[in-house]
């Protein structure tokens, strides 16, 4: 079955970067692009962008390029998220979603969530 | 900042219809097909809805999407305790060149 395993939670002082993974199995990787979500405490969705499995080539939402950047490696499934020069504002709950094809950014499968707190 | 538009909440009791609405424009559910999301307290959004109408295997066909114009809808007949979730919809923004959510809402089973 089509399972997404992100890593665990983070507390970071502002300032610092972190890296978020997330590790597919149950499919094949290159078949279907992964998306990145935020969630702020209370809030709602917020889409960040998207990555191509096949070619590596990252797309960024409104809002969410120069301090994020999205990579992956294909050799172990896995997505990443990386957040820089972290901001009080970047607490929130970061979830992968499998793309519902290998440009799709409609979430067919999500993973369990990470948060991450920036404080001081 | 969301560009769907959605109640911030919804009720009724078991056994009834309700139904949420998510208002659009024509560059997303106006022209792309739109999806539904139901996030359970404390886990992760799952795919409810699909490509406007269309249900993932394993959710009940009490669950069903609609469109009118630019406007999406999700209904839940027959509504049960366990459908007390937030609700959020979707589509691609030609305009913005990205996925969309909507601002969703909550369904309380009273």
């Known amino acids: 079955q089509v399972q997404l395993v992100q890593s665990g939670s983070e507390l970071k002082k502002p300032g610092a970067s972190v890296k978020v993974s997330c590790k597919a199995s149950?499919?094949?990787?290159?078949?279907?692009?992964m998306n990145w979500v935020r969630q702020a405490p209370g809030q709602g969705l917020e889409w960040m962008g998207w990555?191509?499995?096949?070619?590596?080539?990252?797309r960024y939402g409104q809002g969410f390029t120069g301090r994020f950047v999205i990579s992956l490696d294909t050799s172990v499934s896995t997505a990443y998220l990386q957040i820089s020069s972290r901001k009080a504002e970047d607490t929130a709950v970061y979830y992968c979603?499998?793309?519902?094809?290998?440009?799709?950014?409609?979430?067919?499968?999500w993973g369990q969530g990470t948060l991450v707190t920036v404080s001081s | 900042q969301s560009v769907l538009t959605q109640p911030p909440s919804a009720s009724g009791t078991p056994g009834q219809r309700v139904t949420i609405s998510c208002s659009g424009s024509s560059s997303n559910i106006g022209k792309n097909t739109f999806h539904w999301y139901q996030q359970l307290p404390g886990t992760a959004p799952r795919l409810l809805i699909y490509n406007n109408y269309q249900r993932p295997s394993g959710v009940p066909d009490r669950f069903s999407g609609s469109k009118s114009g630019t406007s999406a809808s999700l209904a839940i007949s027959g509504l049960q305790s366990e459908d007390e979730a937030d609700y959020y919809c979707?589509?691609?923004?030609?305009?913005?060149?990205?996925?969309?959510f909507g601002t969703g809402t909550k369904v309380t089973v009273l």
């Open positions: 990555i191509n499995t096949n070619t590596g080539i990252p």
């Open positions: 979603a499998r793309g519902s094809g290998p440009t799709g950014t409609r979430g067919d499968y």
């Open positions: 149950g499919y094949t990787f290159t078949d279907h692009a």
């Open positions: 979707g589509a691609w923004d030609d305009s913005l060149n990205g996925q969309v």
